[in-house]
């Protein structure tokens, strides 16, 4: 069902992205801005959490999580406790949230606009899966350039997805 695997690759996505901001050498790291690059890993843990948040917990989960946007981008030198304690609430919510789900959800519109246009919520839901993802990598990368270590943390494992469940005969 889409839904259960929409949730194992942010789950898988989000595990990726805890493990990313463990393997940075040291704070001061994560909160680099090298020449040519506009947002720290620090930066980008916090978007991610706080789009995630907001919209799977908040819209679909009813969790209440009100985002600051604009703090994702501009708050600096957050403790990489923080962080990774942010990551571990937003995979709680990720979890609840989808998993009460009512699956209506997937065929009607999303529940709120989106860049002032309506859009369906099984394409908005891929959408924010394919956001995850492309974030996750500039993660990976950002860690690459600020600490010279190419070692890699094992992202978008297949080991990680489900294992392929038998289908209903037909």
Not at 139 to 153: E, L
Not at 155 to 160: A, L, P, Y
Request: glycine share 8%; charged share 25%.
């Amino acid at each position: 069902m889409i839904r259960d695997t929409l949730t194992a690759i942010v789950l898988r996505e989000l595990r990726a992205l805890r493990r990313e901001v463990e393997e940075y050498a040291d704070e001061a790291s994560l909160w680099a801005v090298p020449q040519g690059i506009s947002n720290s890993g620090g930066n980008l843990v916090l978007h991610l959490c706080g789009n995630l948040q907001h919209y799977i917990g908040a819209v679909l989960g009813r969790t209440g999580y009100v985002r600051q946007r604009d703090l994702e981008f501009s708050r600096r030198d957050v403790p990489r406790a923080e962080l990774l304690r942010e990551i571990d609430a937003t995979i709680a919510a990720v979890e609840r949230s989808l998993a009460g789900m009512d699956l209506a959800v997937l065929a009607d519109p999303y529940p709120e606009p989106i860049g002032g246009n309506t859009v369906n919520g099984e394409e908005f839901l891929v959408h924010l899966v394919s956001h995850l993802a492309y974030h996750l990598g500039q993660v990976d990368y950002h860690r690459r350039i600020v600490t010279g270590s190419a070692g890699t943390v094992s992202n978008v494992s297949v080991k990680e997805l489900p294992s392929a469940r038998p289908q209903p005969a037909r």
